[in-house]
């Protein structure tokens, strides 16, 4: 089992960046897919990026391709999610969620068994 603990939202203008940091509790996070999720208010929860156990691999939803970032350091049991050309419409609470994986270096967008508390990002226009 592993609990995550996000940090680093808070309130930016359009064109800025910041980063998002999850840490997670455990000696087995280097087992764990991880994911960044996004709800926006009155919306359902949507994936963001994904990355596989090693971080050899990536996936991200098509509204911030080319815009984050999802990377992790193992030796830190932390995962980050680096947003940059902040646009109004990404303003909402940025969940982490975890996945044990066996046996796969895949990133999966759904099956994620463990979540964090969210944390607020907002962009203003």
């Known amino acids: 089992q592993v609990q995550l603990v996000e940090s680093g939202g808070g309130l930016v203008q359009a064109g800025g960046s910041l980063r998002l940091s999850c840490a997670a509790s455990g000696r087995t996070f280097s087992r764990y897919a991880m994911g960044w999720f996004r709800q926006a208010p009155g919306k359902g929860r949507e994936f963001a990026a994904t990355i596989s156990s090693s971080g050899g691999n990536a996936d991200y939803a098509d509204s911030v391709k080319d815009r984050f970032i999802i990377y992790r350091d193992n030796a830190k049991n932390t995962v980050y999610l680096q947003m940059n050309s902040l646009k109004p419409e990404d303003t909402a609470v940025y969940y982490c969620?975890?996945?044990?994986?066996?046996?796969?270096?895949?990133?999966?967008?759904?099956?994620?068994?463990?979540w964090g508390q969210g944390t607020q990002v907002t962009v203003s226009s």
């Open positions: 969620a975890g996945r044990r994986v066996y046996y796969s270096d895949s990133a999966p967008i759904s099956g994620y068994d463990y």
